[in-house]
């Protein structure tokens, strides 16, 4: 036998999530002592809601875990069904939804029933993390269309101008993580008009849908066709982790087209069979319960958002776009380094602090900063980056120095 096992050229081509292996580089700073303050999450620190609870632990209690159709139960499909006709204003049938393990899996199963390898799939700048990714593990070329000079919303024409007849999806996040940018009607319905002409699918991940601010709402893809969900050639991904607090139950789902969603259900009966049964009696209790907690949350992250963008604004030399929604700050740091990951590095050296480099979205010279964190870490955490880039002197003057000792 070989000594080593040669990989494929997909796995060969991605590296680890970042975001993800910034959690896990911050929770072993904090348990080795470090006074490590993270900006880098993605998930909200509210608990679950009480019925989500109750409902995974009652079924539990039964012993009666077992499989579920490869493509969720009925029951969870239901409350996809009523989460659709009450937030998009459609009436779909159980065959229009998939469950999954999570929107990251929805988004992958879709990926692997679209495209052929070489095949395109086009997203704006900044992207999350995982898009480029999960194109290259399906075996299709990533397409991220980069933002015109000093603009802040992508247009249709770049958008166009990145189509070709290898193009099998485009992906839209509204807001975007990690701008919080809400896509505008006029947007939306140029690049699902533009799709449907060329039979590709949009695919719109609106995980952070609800999570809006100053009494915004998010126009959503259905407002832009007057196509029916079978024939609009769009696909909904969303889930309980943000708005429910729920990142640990693994639950999301998608809506759309009944043809692709069987196949997409194909893929997954063998992948990984139905999503976690005690997850689904949780996603179930938690999208037909009381919604009070995703109106706290909100509530929350809209305080959270303002107090961050004025701290992140009191940097001499930071440049930010206020998020409309999600819990990111995407502020631009260039002023400081063109190289966030460089930067980002030195934050965490020096002070201890965790942020995400833009590079890893597609951005040079931006940090995300996360404020779904407590709010006295997000004080903390732009106190020491202001001390260190600006109050103490450059950051290259500060190199050599540990600032804070454990
Ligand atoms: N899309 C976006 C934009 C996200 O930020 C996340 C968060 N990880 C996901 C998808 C995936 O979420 P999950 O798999 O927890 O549903
Ligand atoms: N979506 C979150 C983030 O961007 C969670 C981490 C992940 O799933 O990659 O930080």
């Known amino acids: 036998m070989p000594a080593t096992s040669p990989l494929s050229s997909a796995a060969r081509s991605i590296g680890a999530s970042v975001t993800l292996q910034l959690n896990a580089a911050a929770a072993r700073m904090r348990a080795e002592g470090e006074p490590v303050i993270h900006l880098g999450g993605g998930e909200p620190e509210s608990l679950a809601p009480a019925t989500a609870l109750t409902a995974g632990i009652d079924l539990l209690k039964t012993g009666e875990v077992r499989y579920t159709p490869a493509s969720g ?64 593990i399906a075996g299709a070329v990533p397409v991220p269309v980069a933002l015109e000079e000093g603009a802040h919303q992508p247009t249709v024409a770049a958008m166009e101008a990145a189509l070709t007849d290898r193009t099998r999806a485009v992906i839209l996040n509204s807001p975007s993580n990690p ?25 719109m991940d609106d995980i952070y849908h609800r999570l809006v601010f100053g009494g915004k709402i998010t126009t959503h893809c259905y407002e832009c066709t007057e196509k029916s969900v079978d024939e609009a050639g769009i696909l909904v991904l969303n889930g309980v982790s943000k708005q429910y607090a729920m990142t640990g139950f693994r639950i999301g789902w998608a809506v759309g087209p009944a043809t692709l969603i069987k196949a997409m259900s194909n893929i997954q009966s063998h992948l990984s069979g139905g999503p976690c049964t005690i997850s689904q009696a949780s996603a179930v209790a938690a999208l037909s319960g009381d919604q009070n907690s995703v109106e706290d949350l909100r509530d929350e992250l809209e305080e959270r958002r303002n107090e961050t963008a004025d701290l992140l604004e009191s940097i001499p030399g930071v440049e930010l776009n206020h998020p409309d929604g999600t819990f990111y700050c995407f502020a631009d740091f260039s002023a400081f380094d063109a190289d966030s990951t460089r930067l980002s590095n030195l934050l965490l050296e020096k002070v201890q602090v965790v942020t995400v480099p833009g590079i890893e979205f597609g951005m040079e010279g931006y940090l995300r900063v996360s404020f779904c964190g407590s709010m006295k870490d997000v004080r903390e955490g732009v106190r020491r980056m202001r001390w260190l880039l600006n109050d103490n002197g450059s950051a290259e003057l500060k190199a050599g120095d540990r600032v804070f000792a454990r």
């Open 73 to 136: 139960t009925p029951g969870m499909k239901d409350a996809v069904v009523a989460y659709t006709e009450q937030f998009y204003g459609r009436s779909i049938e159980r065959t229009n939804v998939m469950v999954s393990a999570g929107v990251k899996q929805a988004l992958m199963v879709a990926l692997m029933a679209l495209v052929d390898p070489g095949d395109e799939v086009v997203f704006p700048v900044p992207y999350w993390v995982s898009y480029p990714e999960m194109a290259r």
């Open 179 to 203: 701008s919080g940018l809400i896509l505008d009607k006029e947007f939306l319905t140029g690049v699902i008009t533009m799709c449907q002409a060329r039979g590709i699918t949009v695919l």
